[in-house]
């Protein structure tokens, strides 16, 4: 499994307070960083703190559309109190002579998906953080906020009605990658390759054993557990 160093899932890079000379470094080298967005400004612009360093993240650099297909308001405004992963583009100083920096969450994307095409083809397992659930899936982030979907019949080996009865938001899972598309950045998931067969999991139960189960729902015709 590829560890993913440079570009993690969002929220699961350590956010420390960073020197004006640290800060100068990751603008000259492109490194990825990442704090928690405070506030969002009347005109998307993102705000983020480092180590008393005020960050923004202008609209244009907060989503990239084209790989994360998120291009409405909300995808912005959904950011305020989350880790956010960016780059530093530019360093200068505001009307009281104080250093600012100007932030790219774009960019940080970019080097994101770059990396997941490098290194992910069919087959390969990669950590992932459960971003949000629907009834036909789970979106994860694979890094940087670079989101997919694992559909429902891949999620589990029994049949479950909803990704809740397995997943919940801000989970780390692990995903196996079945199929790349390299020219629309889309990578199709699977988890429950990753659970094992269902002969291979009945095999640790006897007749006669007790066991403790979770109901996963109840039928006129009996309980499924």
């Not at 360093?91 to 770059?114: F, H, M, N």
């Not at 659930?133 to 080996?157: H, K, Q, W, Y």
């Not at 598309?181 to 999991?201: A, I, M, Q, Y």
């Amino acid at each position: 499994m590829p560890e993913n160093k440079l570009s993690p899932p969002e929220g699961l890079r350590p956010s420390v307070p960073l020197t004006l000379d640290q800060l100068h470094e990751a603008l000259e080298s492109g490194a990825i960083l990442e704090s928690p967005v405070q506030r969002c400004g009347v005109d998307h612009t993102l705000y983020v703190n480092l180590g008393g360093v005020q960050g923004r993240i202008p609209r244009e650099e907060a989503v990239a559309p084209w790989i994360s297909g998120a291009e409405r308001d909300i995808a912005v405004l959904s950011r305020v109190g989350k880790p956010t992963s960016f780059t530093v583009t530019a360093i200068d100083v505001d009307g009281g002579g104080r250093p600012r920096l100007t932030l790219s969450r774009r960019a940080a994307q970019e080097q994101a998906i770059a990396w997941l095409l490098e290194h992910s083809g069919p087959g390969t397992v990669l950590p992932a953080r459960v971003t949000h659930l629907e009834r036909f899936g789970a979106f994860v982030d694979l890094g940087c906020g670079v989101t997919s979907l694992i559909p429902l019949e891949n999620i589990s080996v029994s049949r479950i009605p909803h990704p809740s009865a397995r997943f919940r938001v801000n989970q780390d899972i692990l995903a196996a990658v079945t199929a790349v598309d390299p020219v629309s950045c889309r990578f199709c998931l699977t988890h429950k390759e990753l659970l094992g067969t269902w002969l291979e999991n009945a095999a640790s139960f006897a007749p006669g054993e007790a066991v403790p189960g979770i109901v996963r729902g109840v039928k006129e015709y009996g309980v499924f557990v």
